[in-house]
């Protein structure tokens, strides 16, 4: 099983960048998704997710409005589109696979996540 972000790198204040995260070795059709990013010297951080079948979908506060979250069941493709961006934004980014579900509202909680892919940078330059 295997998750590979790709899309990140070097991008000027306001400009966009669109993150693909490509799974193989099984389906994730029947699990929610998310995009997690961790800039240096900080944890990692909730960025977005997307549940599995109805597309319902969240944001953190800092992205709501600038990002967007989607997927491709059939391709087994999940997307993060990024607009606007702002020099907060420059970190790895990574995308995951929720494994497990504690709580209605956990999609942001890192430990729900079991698969996770190598990350990709992207940076926001001033």
């Known amino acids: 099983v295997q998750l590979q972000a790709s899309g990140g790198g070097l991008v000027q204040t306001g400009g966009s960048l669109r993150l693909s995260c490509a799974a193989s070795?099984?389906?994730?059709?029947?699990?929610?998704m998310g995009w997690f990013r961790q800039a240096p010297g900080k944890e990692r951080e909730f960025v977005s997710y997307?549940?599995?079948?109805?597309?319902?979908?969240y944001y953190t506060d800092s992205v709501k409005g600038r990002f967007a979250i989607s997927r491709d069941n059939a391709k087994n493709l999940m997307y993060l589109q990024m607009n606007s961006l702002k020099p907060e934004d420059t970190a790895v980014y990574y995308c995951?696979?929720?494994?497990?579900?504690?709580?209605?509202?956990?999609?942001?909680?890192?430990?729900?996540?079991?698969?996770w892919g190598q990350g990709t940078q992207v940076t926001v330059s001033s």
């Open positions: 995951a696979v929720r494994t497990t579900i504690s709580g209605i509202n956990y999609h942001d909680r890192i430990y729900e996540y079991g698969y």
């Open positions: 070795g099984r389906s994730f059709s029947n699990y929610g």
């Open positions: 997307i549940s599995r079948n109805d597309g319902v979908t």
